[in-house]
């Protein structure tokens, strides 16, 4: 008998529209001849199953379960794509922790920490890890230019602490740049995080691990054409995503173990995806954890999935059998 899967898309930030390629991605990508596959939509309160002729029909919150025709349908697996709350900051996996319905992403904890962009990066420089020098702010909290210049310098990079897809980052590159560039971060959050610019070759890696296997896979070196890797860069195009980069041997080495390890330090599950610049002397700089990885066609996980060789499908079925069984 087929499973139930429900993509879980949407959210309740600027990401909204990220999510729902991501859903459409994961679609495509999933294995329609073993399971029975669902896009599930939370905006808000607002939770729906999209079937199809355009109908949609309201969740039961109490199971996540939808009826139809006095039918109920119950899912088996739900595969978590929200980018931004409450998908990915471990607000819905703690929900499908009480109803025990198995999910395709990271645990609360790992989940609420890597969402922390500061939190994070400060839990993960304990175990050596290297990341740039922050502060962060948080409602009601300010800092003068003259803090920010004498702490983490110019240029820097001012955002929302928790988000994603660049939306509110500005690259401030001289004193009068800061408050203006702090009330645009703060219109997409309530931190905001200072962090300093690291110059170098910006890249990323996805790994996943199952029971049975640690899979890292290929880097891809990040090449935007504009100021810094932003929204436009992103998704429409303005950038060269070249897998696999174009580092040495022995420096993807390095990246890729250290990727396994962070993932094991976090309690990692499913796909995650860890962006990082290499500056002067090789020297490998966190820039964030990504535990909701963006999964549209032209995502980088596609991509360097493409690149070593495996079937994004078998990854799926991989993933969605791991935590079933």
């Given amino acids: 008998m087929k499973k139930n899967i429900a993509i879980v898309a949407g959210g309740d930030s600027s990401e909204l529209e990220v999510s729902l390629k991501s859903a459409s991605g994961l679609n495509s990508f999933m294995d329609k001849d073993r399971y029975n596959i669902f896009i599930v939509t939370i905006v808000g309160k607002t939770w729906q199953v999209e079937l199809p002729?355009?109908?949609?029909?309201?969740?039961?919150?109490?199971?996540?379960?939808?009826?139809?025709?006095?039918?109920?349908?119950?899912?088996?697996?739900?595969?978590?794509?929200?980018?931004?709350?409450?998908?990915?900051?471990?607000?819905?996996?703690?929900?499908?922790?009480?109803?025990?319905?198995?999910?395709?992403?990271?645990?609360?904890?790992?989940?609420?920490?890597?969402?922390?962009?500061?939190?994070?990066?400060?839990?993960?420089?304990?175990?050596?890890?290297?990341?740039?020098?922050?502060?962060?702010?948080?409602?009601?909290?300010?800092?003068?230019?003259?803090?920010?210049a004498d702490k983490i310098g110019f240029p820097c990079f001012v955002k929302p602490n928790v988000g994603g897809s660049s939306f509110g980052v500005t690259k401030v590159k001289t004193i009068d740049q800061v408050q203006p560039a702090i009330a645009r971060a703060f219109e997409e959050g309530a931190e905001v995080m200072i962090e300093a610019f690291l110059e170098g070759t910006e890249i990323t890696c996805g790994i996943y691990k199952t029971s049975s296997k640690a899979q890292v896979l290929p880097v891809t070196e990040v090449v935007s054409e504009n100021e810094f890797f932003d929204f436009d860069a992103k998704y429409k195009g303005q950038v060269q995503e070249i897998t696999p980069a174009r580092i040495s041997t022995s420096l993807t080495e390095r990246v890729q173990k250290l990727t396994s390890a962070i993932y094991d330090i976090l309690g990692c599950k499913g796909i995650v995806r860890i962006d990082y610049i290499i500056s002067e002397g090789e020297v490998i700089n966190l820039l964030e954890v990504n535990t909701t990885p963006g999964m549209t066609t032209t995502s980088f996980i596609p991509q360097q999935v493409a690149a070593a060789g495996l079937d994004i499908k078998d990854v799926m079925t991989e993933i969605i059998e791991n935590e079933l069984n």
């Fill in 53 to 148: 002729g355009d109908e949609k029909i309201v969740i039961d919150k109490n199971d996540f379960s939808f009826s139809k025709k006095g039918v109920k349908t119950l899912f088996d697996f739900a595969y978590i794509t929200i980018h931004g709350t409450p998908g990915e900051n471990g607000i819905l996996q703690g929900y499908f922790d009480l109803i025990g319905l198995p999910y395709s992403c990271c645990g609360v904890l790992s989940a609420a920490l890597t969402f922390n962009k500061f939190t994070c990066n400060t839990y993960l420089k304990s175990f050596g890890v290297k990341v740039a020098e922050s502060l962060v702010l948080r409602a009601g909290q300010t800092v003068t230019e003259k803090e920010v």
